[in-house]
């Protein structure tokens, strides 16, 4: 019992919880009220205010219904972060749709799913009823009456790749993404108004970071479209252009980056997600800022909405084969257990199960899988975990290390 008890607190100490300022609507429509002035999106060609971006959402959201669900099959574009936006503020909840995808591929998405209309930019046979992005960014009638959000309304369904199977729709709730991005805009801006890039795809649930961090905190994305061609270069032009203030991109993308001197950038962070971060990529990568970057592991499911564990890389401490990923974020847990669902001792490897306010809302249309992977666990006196399906060890310190699937 004494071991145990050590352990449970090593593992989830009392926390302060996330001090929760609404949906992702209402914190940007608060900018949009406060700055309308202020560069809120960018493209190559063009840029946009808060305001404007209010009034063109506004017109997206005056032609969609509350409680639907709407595709978004779009490619990077800031066009693309209209629509989001303004399928949120409508009161319908988005699904992030690859047009390169197959045919196949896209239909049972569109009817797994249960959509109710689809954003396209381009002509495709689609089974159910779609709308051009250039009709409705242009629209004349913006909505002048939104719905007010709740915690419980469905914000957005994101489809895992189907590597392991049939791909799942996990639906993630307006209150744990208020719940990560209000963390999130806190740890990472801390107060300032950064810039992001917006250049990973947007079915990837990393992207939702880059997406709506900056719209919640008063700053800014710049969108870096897809090349074209056998590899997608738009990294490379991130790190060229020096336009931005932090990163979040997979530790893949930085074997990617071209032979340069970033001591003089204007990136000051880093967050690597997705992938196992090994110490010896984060340490070549701190070395090549000369010491002036901070590389965040950040660690989540689909299922935990984006992140809910994180570390900050310390050339010093970490010296392992990979960076840990860290701890849970307030109002999140974080267990390593056993087969029976009980705690293992420090070192130990075992699953990991997440628990607290990011875990989603289930699998679409999938009531029994729902059940049978979001479940309670009367040893810890938790209602509703999450496994992962990660092998992971907890230190004394309280820091998780990964170990693999």
Known sequence: PEERAVVTEAANPPAVGVDQRGSVVSQFEQWATSDRESLALADPDRRWTYGELDDVTRRIAGHLTPGSVVGVCLGRSAEAVMAMLGVLRAGAAYVAIDPTWPDQRINFVLEDAGCALVILDEAREVPVPSVDVAVLTGAENPATDLPDIRSGDLAYILYTSGSTGRPKGVMIEHGSLAHYLTWASGFYDAGDR????????????????????????????????????PADTAVQRVFADDAVDIVKLTPSHLALLPDMDLSTSRIRQLILGGEDLTTAVAKRVHDRFGDRVKI??????????????????????????????????????????????????????????????????????????????????????????????????????????????
């Open 194 to 229: 950064i810039t992001f890039p917006l250049f990973t795809p947007l079915t990837f649930d990393l992207t939702v970071t880059s997406l709506f961090v900056p719209l919640v905190s008063g700053g800014s994305i710049v969108v870096y479209p897809e090349t074209g061609g």
């Open 296 to 405: 965040h592991n950040e660690y989540g499911p689909t299922e935990a909405t984006v992140g809910c564990i994180v570390h900050t890389y310390s050339p010093d401490d970490d010296v392992s084969p990979s960076v840990p990923i860290g701890r849970p974020i307030p109002d999140m847990r974080a267990w390593v257990l056993d087969d029976a669902g009980q705690p293992v001792p420090f070192g130990v490897p075992g699953e990991l199960w997440v628990a607290g306010a990011g875990v989603a809302r289930g699998y679409v249309g999938s009531p029994a899988l729902t059940a049978e992977r979001f479940v309670a666990n009367e040893h810890l006196g938790e209602p509703r975990m999450y496994p992962t399906g990660d092998v992971a060890r907890l230190r004394p310190s309280g820091t998780i290390e990964y170990l693999g699937r």
